[in-house]
């Protein structure tokens, strides 16, 4: 059983195109985040949510909106794709807040073309 | 400046070699210390986490913290192929996690 799920796992479309991100754990966690990974793998964190309330938004593009309608689930949804978006996208949980272990799941590697 | 400096290498060692893995940060704010192995198209896993300064070992992995000198290091004995992956390095700030770029290992066997 997959902890932290993932989909799709690629993602290849064309600049200006809308695109969506889903993201699943079965861990009982409650809270969640979505990161980007660059090409030199640095970890961005964007957003995070803890029990469907958001708590880290840091500063993306307002062309990112996140969305949690339960606490196993958080979206991404991106609009009007940019050729700077191609990344790897990285969906993690933890058991709460203060919980140093974050489970990360296989990452979504979007290429806009 | 970034809060959190690690070498992106890669870093190549001979199977069997003693590795040691590197991060500084600049603000004493930070509390837990982790590391964290990123394998090739997979998302990084916990390997070890620390709060206090000293030694913490698991294995043939000793994670390292110096308070003092905002050092901290990860230490692999007798390295393995297997160890072949980037290391990340991340410390708690209030809610989040802040990254260190991840140094690329390679284990020659």
């Known amino acids: 059983d997959t902890a932290v799920s993932q989909t799709p796992k690629y993602l290849v479309t064309q600049m200006g195109n809308d695109k969506s991100i889903k993201c699943e754990q079965n861990l009982g966690h409650d809270t969640m985040y979505w990161y980007k990974q660059d090409s030199k793998k640095f970890l961005k964190i964007m957003f995070s949510y803890n029990n469907k309330e958001l708590i880290i938004n840091e500063t993306v593009p307002n062309r990112f909106s996140p969305k949690s309608p339960d606490k196993a689930h958080l979206n991404l949804h991106i609009n009007s794709l940019e050729l700077g978006d191609s990344a790897v996208y990285f969906c993690a949980s933890s058991l709460g ?17 | 400046q970034k809060e959190v400096e690690q070498d992106p290498g890669p870093l190549s060692v001979p199977e069997g070699a003693i590795v040691s893995l590197n991060c500084t940060y600049s603000n004493s704010a930070f509390q837990y210390f ?11 896993e916990l390997l070890m986490y620390t709060y206090s300064s000293g030694n913490k070992e698991d294995g043939r992995f000793t994670a390292q913290v110096d308070k003092s000198s905002k050092y901290i290091s990860l230490f692999i004995r007798d390295s393995q192929p297997s160890d072949s992956a980037t290391y990340l390095c991340a410390m708690k700030k209030g809610y989040q996690l802040i990254w260190g770029a991840g140094t690329k290992l390679i284990i020659k066997p």
Do not use: I
């Open chain 1, 97 to 113: 807040t203060g919980q140093e272990t974050q489970y990360f799941g296989p990452g979504t590697r979007l290429l806009v073309l």
């Open chain 2, 34 to 44: 982790m590391w964290y192995r990123q394998y090739s198209r997979k998302g990084p």
